[in-house]
């Protein structure tokens, strides 16, 4: 998978957790710090990107707390692989 391919799973699973909050994501957004989503939006936003990539992101756990989109378009591509 390719980062834009990644990117726009991203953005997916952002609208079906917040409509209209993908408009305001890049490459540089940093979900939670940039107020796009909450702590509890975090939780439903990781399920989303989940069953759009249809499998779980190993990475990502309940200690996870980076959600800088950089670092989410990493870990996509790397469990898609």
């Known amino acids: ?6 990117f ?3 953005k997916q699973a952002l609208e079906k957790t917040q409509a209209g909050s993908s408009e305001k994501v890049t490459m540089e957004t940093d979900l939670i710090a940039d ?3 909450d702590s509890l939006d975090s939780m439903n936003f ?4 989940e069953t759009a990539l249809g499998k ?7 200690t996870f707390d ?3 989109v950089t670092t989410l378009v990493d870990l996509v591509v790397k469990e898609s692989a």
């Open 46 to 49: 990781l399920f989303e990107l």
């Open 56 to 62: 779980s992101i190993t990475s990502i756990d309940e």
């Open 35 to 37: 107020g796009i989503v």
């Open 1 to 6: 998978m390719t980062d834009e391919k990644a």
């Open 8 to 10: 726009e799973l991203i």
């Open 66 to 68: 980076d959600f800088k």
